[in-house]
């Protein structure tokens, strides 16, 4: 199973990005997907994540400005980032529990990590 992060860029501070996440590979079903950043000489930290049933949670740095989103169908995950601030600033990585189709009926859970995407606002 893979995640593939898409859609950062630099944008002005105030200006919006919007991140893409798409898993593929051998999926049985997605449990919780989320958004991390690291920003540099810091910890990774949870930005929003959402469950299979659509509970949501955000860090309280990006309430109000940041919503995640998820398609379920095509096991898509967004992040509308807007109202963005230089703080923002970071490498962006999707998350997804995933249990992971194996052998015959065989299913087995897995945490996967996309790439990471940058985001860069600057003042």
């Known amino acids: 199973v893979q995640l593939q992060a898409f859609g950062g860029g630099l944008v002005q501070a105030g200006g919006s990005l919007r991140l893409s996440c798409a898993a593929s590979?051998?999926?049985?079903?997605?449990?919780?997907m989320g958004w991390y950043r690291q920003a540099p000489g810091q910890e990774r930290e949870l930005v929003a994540d959402?469950?299979?049933?659509?509970?949501?949670k955000y860090a309280d740095s990006v309430k109000g400005r940041f919503t995640i989103s998820r398609d379920y169908a095509r096991n898509t995950l967004y992040l509308q980032m807007n109202s963005l601030k230089p703080e923002d600033t970071a490498v962006y990585y999707c998350?997804?529990?995933?249990?992971?189709?194996?052998?015959?009926?065989?299913?087995?859970?897995?945490?996967?990590w996309g790439q990471g995407t940058q985001v860069t606002v600057s003042s």
């Open positions: 998350n997804a529990g995933v249990r992971v189709r194996g052998k015959g009926w065989d299913t087995y859970p897995s945490h996967v």
């Open positions: 959402i469950t299979s049933d659509g509970r949501i």
């Open positions: 590979g051998s999926i049985f079903s997605i449990n919780d």
